[in-house]
């Protein structure tokens, strides 16, 4: 049974200086933090950095604290390294001709597709996430056969290219020719829990992974039928979804995890994780936020279509960085990558005092 226990971090503060003993560094990265707020049993209370000796005594409590602090190492991949000290972006590189958003902008050409991820890597994305099926609800399933020959093309490419690149996918003949082509990392919606091979294949790989929550992956990302807590249950099925792939031969070190912002979440199921994002870092490992165009943000906005969503789509990738997000993914790489840049100015200005 999953324990009730967890930790939130809050009261987020501008520098750490001059305040030894009162604040905790979040995750190894740029941010500092002077309290948890501790859930249990259904109950909330704050209890601050300086008085954090009592609540150590939890062996849970101390578990989660230390994976909190803990820093989160890079991945070196190839001759490219993927730091998750700072915020990074990951750009959205879809080859489908039915995405929610860009679904047939460049699905029939290979070439033009790299160019478009070779120009998100230019304008600051450290890596490229390539998906050739949509998972979008109601998307059709696509036939393994058709999903390796959109995305290989553009793997090869990109990678050739120098590109760092991760694929997109729950099959796992198509994790293994898209490793083949030199994709570096697995990115699956239904945290290999769809294909039967798919933790084998990543296990052997040795590659790391995305584990995103939905409510039933063997099934499609949009099932479930509501949640009670929905913040503690996503960080108590992915606690159980780490340690279950974990068992499977994927190193710890290995694993990236997402809260699966808009999969079988309703707005205000998404707008809770989003304001509690900072839980998940209690997981031990690097997060990665993807909220980009999501309904959310058109149900929030006189219903603006997925293509009229930068401001809203700028708006969360902020909200996750300033939660401690370590990975950002993301279709407007310019405009977020201008963003983070902004907030990293501020943060370095706030560290070295005022």
Known sequence: ?????????????????????????????????????????????????ADLDTLL?????????????????????????LRFDQPSVCGILNVTPDSFSDGGSVSDDPAAAASAGVAMAAAGAALIDVG?????????????????????????????AGTLV?????????????????????????????????LDVVAKAGCPVVLMHSPDPAKGPHGGEGYRDVVVEVFDWLE??????????????????????GFGKSLADNLA???????FHGLGCPVLLGASRKRMIGALSNEAPATERLGGSVALALTGVMAGAQLLRVHDVPETVQAMRVWRGLRDRALVGR
Do not use: C
């Open 273 to 279: 994780l989003m304001n509690a994002l900072t839980i």
């Open 1 to 49: 049974m999953a324990s009730s226990l967890h930790l939130r971090p809050i009261q987020f503060v501008d520098t750490p200086v001059d305040r030894d003993g009162e604040v905790a560094r979040l995750a190894g990265g740029m941010l500092w933090f002077s309290a948890y707020e501790v859930i249990e049993d259904g109950h909330r209370r704050t209890v601050p950095i």
């Open 240 to 261: 159980a979804r780490i340690a279950a792939v974990v068992a499977g031969g994927v190193a710890r070190s290995r694993i990236i995890v997402d809260p699966g912002v």
């Open 132 to 160: 050739g099926e949509s998972t979008r609800p109601g998307a059709a399933t696509v036939w393994e056969g058709d999903e390796i020959a959109r995305v290989v093309p553009v793997i090869e490419r990109l990678a050739r």
């Open 57 to 81: 005594r939890d062996d849970r409590a101390a578990r989660l604290h230390a994976a909190i602090i803990a820093p989160r190492a890079a991945l070196t991949l190839g001759e490219r390294t």
């Open 166 to 198: 991760s694929i997109d996918t729950r099959k796992a003949a198509v994790m293994e020719a898209a490793l083949a082509a030199g994709a570096a990392i697995v990115n699956d919606v239904a945290a290999l829990l769809w294909d039967d091979r798919a």
